[in-house]
């Protein structure tokens, strides 16, 4: 009963934080954000680069973890003997 409490506290809590940036900040993306670089140091502008280099470090990653996590349930599945491993 204790940790399900926990449980919904923290999750009551992370609801008010998302929901207390939702309604402060929605109301300042835009196009012009979305898709203008940042200027100055990151202090104006917009978030255009940073949304692409994310998608380019997304696929970077899975390209490595898709090939090596299927190999290894691949070589489990079929080859490994059953063990405490």
């Known amino acids: 009963m204790c940790m399900a409490g926990a449980a919904c506290l923290t999750v009551l809590v992370m609801l008010a934080i ?3 940036i ?3 900040g929605l109301g300042q993306v835009n ?3 979305l898709l203008e670089s940042p200027r100055p140091m990151g202090r104006e502008g917009g978030i255009f680069s940073t949304i692409v280099s994310t998608l380019y470090l997304t696929a970077f990653a899975l390209s490595i973890a898709v090939p090596l996590s299927v ?3 691949i070589y489990l ?3 490994a ?3 405490k491993l």
């Open 77 to 79: 599945t079929e080859y």
């Open 18 to 20: 998302i929901g207390q």
């Open 31 to 33: 196009l012009y954000f």
């Open 71 to 73: 190999g290894t349930a």
């Open 81 to 83: 003997r059953p063990g």
């Open 22 to 24: 939702l309604s402060r």
